[in-house]
Nanobody, 125 residues
Framework: QLVESGGELVQAGGSLRLSCAAS????????MGWFRQAPGKEREFVAA????????GYVDSVKGRFTISRDDAENMVYLQMNSLKPEDTAVYYC????????????????????WGQGTQVTVSS
């Protein structure tokens, strides 16, 4: 089970930290990803971190602004979002991938086995 939290209304230029709590399985066996879906748009990849935690990846639009991290001792994954823009407004989903190799990550939604329910992030201009 994956449960996201931390989404809220924030002004442009502000920051938020999203959290995803995992339970029920060995967390360190999963690469973790964040995706988002804005109204009327397809779900898109935002960031991912490998099972080892050693490699991360980001969509170009958030590079330099967002940071993904994980804490295996706490079964948590985080998304620190800085310099938020109105176009970052979306429902953000946490996802877990059990099949990608240990030091890699996937940007493809079909690679992920488990998904959370999402948390709403709204950035006002």
């Amino acid at each position: 089970q994956l449960v996201e939290s931390g989404g809220e209304l924030v002004q442009a230029g502000g920051s938020l930290r999203l959290s995803c709590a995992a339970s029920g399985r060995t967390f360190s066996n999963y690469a973790m990803g964040w995706f988002r879906q804005a109204p009327g748009k397809e779900r898109e990849f935002v960031a991912a971190i490998s099972r080892s935690g050693g490699t991360t990846g980001y969509v170009d639009s958030v590079k330099g602004r967002f940071t993904i991290s994980r804490d295996d001792a706490e079964n948590m994954v985080y998304l620190q979002m800085n310099s938020l823009k109105p176009e970052d407004t979306a429902v953000y989903y946490c996802a877990a991938d059990s099949r990608t190799a240990r030091n890699t990550w996937s940007q493809w939604a079909y690679a992920y086995d488990y998904w959370g329910q999402g948390t709403q992030v709204t950035v006002s201009s």
